[in-house]
C-alpha cells in the first residue's frame, strides 16, 4: 500500500510492530556477562575503605562480611587460600582498607569484592596482629611470672635455635668458648625469616628441648623490621616456647625489639651476645665467689697462724723450757746416731740378700722350661724326619713291588686275551662254553667282548669235526 508516495510497511492498524520489525534484547545471562566484563576488567585491582559487619567464617574456610558506610555497602569474600597472608582476625565494627577485584557472582545477580589483603585503620596489619596474640596469650597466663623458671648454675648442654649462617651463632659460639670451655652447644639450623621460619623455629624448640642431656634453650635472631622478626611472634613459637621442659632464653633483635617471644620466654635477653653471657653468667658469679671466699681463707689462715707462731715463740723463750731443749737435743743426737747404726746394718743385711738372690738366678738359670721345651722339641722333629723318611722309602718299595705284581696279573687275566679279538661264551646257566655240544639251537648266550657283552640266540650247530664252529647269528 503506498501514501503520498511513499510505503507504508509492517503498521496495522492498532499501530504495533509486526513480528517482522519486532527488537531482539538481550537475555538476563549476556547482560550479565557484558557487566561482569566491564566490572571485573575495570575494577581488578580496588583499595576500599569501609567498616566489617555480618563477618562469618565457613566450614570451607572461607571469610564472608559486608564493607559499609554511611550510604552504601559492599558484600566481600576472603576465600582460605587469602587467609593465611592475613596476620589479623577481623572482627565486626572493626574499620579497615581491603584490597582486591570486583566480581559478579551471576546466580544472583550480585557483584562482590574478593579480598586479598586486610590493613586495620590506623595501625597496621602486623602491630594489630601482635596486640591481639599478646592480648590472648597473656589471658591464657603464658606470660606469667610465676611460670618463669631460673636458669640453670653450671648448664653443661645449650641448645641454640638461629641461622648456622649469621653472625648471631659466630659470635654466641666466640663469647661461650671464652667464658665457658667445656660446654657443649648443639645448634639446629632454621631459617630466621620468611613464611616457613617459624614452623621451622618452633620444631627446633620442641626437639632440642626434649633431648636428654639439654639443660637451657636459647631462640636467637639478629635485629631487623617488624616483618623480619614477626616469626617470632607467631603462635606457634610461643606455644614451642611456652611447652618446653627446659628453661627458654629468647634473644631476638636488638635491645628495643620486642617479640611475642620475649614475653613466653623465662627470660629475655637485649640481644644474642647477652644472652650467651647470662648462660655463663652463673658460672662466672660462682668463680668469683669460690675466689673471694680462698682470698678470706688463706687471709684467715695466714692471721691464725700468725698468732698461733706468735705465741708459741713467747711461750718457748721462757727459762722453763731451755732444760727440757737441752734434754731433746740429746734425745735427737741420740736418736740420730741409733738411725745412722740402724741404716747401715740394714745396707749389709740388702746386700747380703743380693748376692743370695744373684745366686739363685744363676742356678735357675740351668733349669729354664724355654730352654728344656726347646731341646724336647728339636729332639722331636729329628725323629719326626727319621720316621717320615723311612715310611717313605717303605711306601715306595711296597709300591713297586704291588705294580709288579699288577703287571703279572693283568698279563694273567683273560681280559687282556679279550682284546685281541677272542670272546667268551656262556649259557643261560652262567656256564662257560668249550664245545657246540653243550647247547641246543635256541638257547641263549652271553658273549663277553673286550668292551662288552652281547645277548645272543644259538642258530645252529656245527656239523663238522669236533671243536670246530659256525658263525652264530645274534
Do not use: C
Amino acid at each position: 500500500m503506498r501514501a503520498g508516495g511513499m510505503e507504508q510497511k509492517g503498521l496495522d492498524f492498532g499501530g504495533s510492530e509486526t513480528p517482522r520489525t519486532r527488537r531482539r534484547g538481550l537475555t538476563v545471562s549476556q547482560l550479565t556477562e557484558r557487566i561482569q566484563g566491564a566490572l571485573e576488567a575495570d575494577f581488578f585491582d580496588v583499595w576500599v575503605e569501609g567498616e566489617i559487619s555480618n563477618l562469618s567464617i565457613a566450614p570451607s574456610g572461607h571469610w564472608y562480611f559486608s564493607l559499609k558506610d554511611d550510604r552504601a555497602q559492599l558484600r566481600a569474600v576472603v576465600f582460605k587460600t587469602a587467609t593465611r597472608l592475613i596476620r589479623f582476625r577481623p572482627k565486626d565494627g572493626m574499620k579497615v582498607l581491603v584490597r582486591g577485584g570486583i566480581r559478579v557472582y551471576p546466580p544472583r545477580g550480585e557483584y562482590q569484592i574478593s579480598v586479598e589483603a586486610i590493613e586495620p585503620l590506623g595501625k597496621g596489619a602486623l602491630q594489630q596482629a601482635f596486640e591481639e596474640l599478646k592480648e590472648r596469650l597473656s589471658k591464657e597466663g603464658l606470660f606469667d611470672s610465676a611460670r618463669k623458671r631460673p636458669l640453670p648454675m653450671l648448664p653443661r648442654v645449650v641448645g641454640v635455635v638461629t641461622s648456622p649462617t649469621g653472625a648471631v651463632i659466630q659470635d654466641m659460639l666466640r663469647i661461650l668458648s671464652r667464658h665457658y670451655a667445656n660446654l657443649s652447644v648443639l645448634i639446629y639450623p632454621v631459617r630466621v625469616q620468611g613464611l616457613e621460619a617459624a614452623g621451622e623455629i618452633a620444631q627446633g624448640v620442641r626437639i632440642l628441648s626434649r633431648l636428654p642431656g639439654v639443660d637451657v634453650l636459647v631462640v636467637a635472631r639478629g635485629g631487623g623490621s617488624l616483618e623480619d622478626l614477626w616469626p617470632f611472634n607467631e603462635e606457634a613459637v610461643a606455644r614451642a616456647l611456652s611447652s618446653s621442659p627446659i628453661p627458654t632464653i629468647s634473644a631476638v633483635g636488638h635491645e628495643t625489639d620486642v617479640t611475642i617471644a620475649d614475653f613466653v620466654a623465662d627470660l629475655r635477653a637485649p640481644t644474642p651476645s647477652a644472652a650467651a653471657l647470662r648462660v655463663v653468667e652463673a658460672k662466672q658469679e660462682l668463680r668469683a665467689r669460690i675466689e673471694a671466699l680462698s682470698r678470706r681463707m688463706g687471709s684467715a689462715l695466714n692471721l691464725g697462724v700468725t698468732r698461733v707462731r706468735a705465741r708459741v715463740t713467747s711461750l718457748t723463750s721462757h727459762r722453763v723450757f731451755e732444760a727440757e731443749r737441752g734434754r731433746l737435743r740429746r734425745h735427737a743426737q741420740h736418736v740420730h746416731e741409733m738411725v745412722h747404726r740402724g741404716g747401715a746394718g740394714l745396707g749389709r743385711n740388702l746386700e747380703r740378700q743380693r748376692q743370695r738372690l744373684r745366686h739363685a738366678e744363676t742356678r735357675l738359670e740351668g733349669y729354664r722350661w724355654d730352654r728344656q721345651v726347646a731341646s724336647r722339641r728339636q729332639v722331636v722333629g729329628d725323629r719326626f724326619r727319621r720316621l717320615h723318611e723311612l715310611a717313605s722309602g717303605r711306601v715306595a718299595s711296597r709300591r713297586l713291588l704291588l705294580g709288579n705284581v699288577v703287571g703279572r696279573l693283568e698279563s694273567l687275566s683273560p681280559l687282556s686275551v679279550l682284546s685281541r679279538g677272542y670272546a667268551l661264551v656262556w649259557d643261560a646257566d652262567g656256564n662257560l662254553l668249550r664245545r657246540p655240544d653243550q647247547v641246543q639251537v635256541g638257547d641263549p648266550l652271553r658273549i663277553r667282548v673286550h668292551e662288552g657283552l652281547i645277548e645272543a640266540t644259538v642258530a645252529s650247530r656245527s656239523r663238522g669235526e669236533p671243536g670246530s664252529t659256525e658263525e652264530e647269528n645274534a
